[in-house]
């Protein structure tokens, strides 16, 4: 179910979850935060085998694209207790929407990248 706030931003509710854009310093620390265990940051592209300055360098390119707004993060919420679980970032481009989706360790296996990104795939059809 996708409502729509009063702050006029998107959340999408599923049975276990609660999804919806963060601004860009809360999207970086999330993300960050995230990247730092290195088996999640083993499975995303971009932030693959960087290590101290080059990981570094790589989040602050990722906040300026997010304070520009040329990347924009969903934060992916359990509502049983308020823990962060995943971030999607959506990166826009001429040929449409490219979603990479960031799963905490010890979330994985739990079908929440699946539940956050269904409702979000059916809001961008």
Request: net charge negative; charged share 30%; aromatic share 10%.
């Amino acid at each position: 179910m996708a409502e729509h706030g009063d702050d006029f931003e998107w959340k999408f509710i599923t049975p276990r979850l609660r999804v919806f854009i963060i601004a860009a310093q809360e999207a970086v620390q999330l993300c960050r935060t995230l990247l730092e265990n290195a088996e999640v940051a083993a499975r995303v592209p971009w932030i693959r085998e960087k290590k101290g300055k080059a990981f570094e360098q790589e989040m602050l390119r990722f906040e300026l694209l997010c304070a520009a707004g040329a990347l924009c993060v969903w934060a992916v919420e359990r509502i049983e207790d308020g823990a962060f679980v995943a971030a999607i970032v959506d990166n826009p481009s001429a040929q449409g929407s490219n979603l990479e989706l960031i799963v905490r360790r010890e979330c994985w296996g739990l079908g929440y990248g699946d539940e956050a990104m269904e409702p979000l795939l059916r809001w961008l059809r």
